[in-house]
């Protein structure tokens, strides 16, 4: 299993790195991928550094795409025609599509989630239709629509430990999200 993360300037550190660090100690292959380049500025001035640019990967050899929030990210993202043309062709190869906080807006702007349920960042739901927005939810899988079974979303920060552990557990399964949960010591 793989996952892609789409890192651009300005993203959410937290809703980044909890997820990444969840699915590497369940056994789940993590790509970053630099929208603008490798040394990727989070919203709160750590620097991350991605493995390899977004037109360095290879769509075939990916699982999942997943967006991390922050505002300034998000508007990264939807500025990059590399970032929204792979999200589109993730999309159409049937590819999970996961992300949290603000990031759940990009996808459907991009018309990736229609009729799907979705959360997001408190006070943007408006921005989700016409996915169905299930605010006050930590994290939904998006049920209906055209890609619902392969969508997750996340609240916020807050939520990163849970939107990480339901990543891992629909890549790999409950009893490995389970273990990593354990392992450390969350009981959220």
Same mark, same amino acid.
């Given at each position: 299993?793989?996952?892609?993360?789409?890192?651009?300037?300005?993203?959410?550190?937290?809703?980044?790195?909890?997820?990444?660090?969840?699915?590497?100690?369940?056994?789940?292959?993590?790509?970053?991928?630099?929208?603008?380049?490798?040394?990727?500025?989070?919203?709160?001035?750590?620097? $991350?550094?991605?493995?390899?640019?977004?037109?360095? @990967?290879?769509?075939?050899? @990916?699982?999942? @795409?997943?967006?991390?929030?922050?505002?300034?990210?998000?508007?990264?993202?939807?500025?990059?025609?590399?970032?929204?043309?792979?999200?589109?062709?993730?999309?159409?190869?049937?590819?999970?599509?996961?992300?949290?906080?603000?990031?759940?807006? $990009?996808?459907?702007?991009?018309?990736?989630?229609?009729?799907?349920?979705?959360?997001?960042?408190?006070?943007?739901?408006?921005?989700?239709?016409?996915?169905?927005?299930?605010?006050?939810?930590?994290? @939904?899988?998006?049920?209906?629509?055209?890609?619902?079974?392969?969508?997750?979303?996340?609240?916020?920060?807050?939520?990163?430990?849970?939107?990480?552990?339901?990543?891992?557990?629909?890549?790999?399964?409950?009893?490995?999200?389970?273990? $990593?949960?354990?392992?450390?010591?969350?009981?959220?």
């Amino acid at each position: 299993m793989n996952v892609c993360v789409l890192l651009a300037p300005g993203f959410e550190e937290t809703e980044a790195i909890v997820p990444i660090d969840l699915l590497r100690r369940g056994g789940v292959t993590v790509t970053l991928a630099g929208v603008y380049g490798l040394q990727v500025e989070g919203s709160h001035g750590i620097t $991350v550094q991605a493995d390899c640019r977004l037109s360095a @990967v290879a769509l075939d050899e @990916v699982d999942m @795409v997943f967006l991390p929030g922050g505002l300034k990210g998000v508007d990264n993202l939807l500025a990059s025609e590399s970032a929204c043309q792979f999200l589109r062709e993730a999309k159409g190869a049937d590819k999970w599509l996961a992300a949290i906080c603000a990031a759940p807006t $990009v996808l459907s702007r991009l018309g990736l989630i229609d009729g799907a349920e979705a959360v997001c960042y408190p006070g943007m739901e408006d921005l989700l239709a016409p996915a169905i927005p299930r605010p006050g939810h930590r994290v @939904v899988r998006g049920g209906h629509g055209e890609h619902g079974e392969k969508l997750l979303t996340g609240e916020a920060a807050g939520s990163a430990f849970d939107l990480g552990l339901s990543m891992l557990a629909a890549l790999t399964d409950d009893a490995t999200a389970d273990r $990593v949960r354990e392992a450390v010591h969350y009981h959220g």
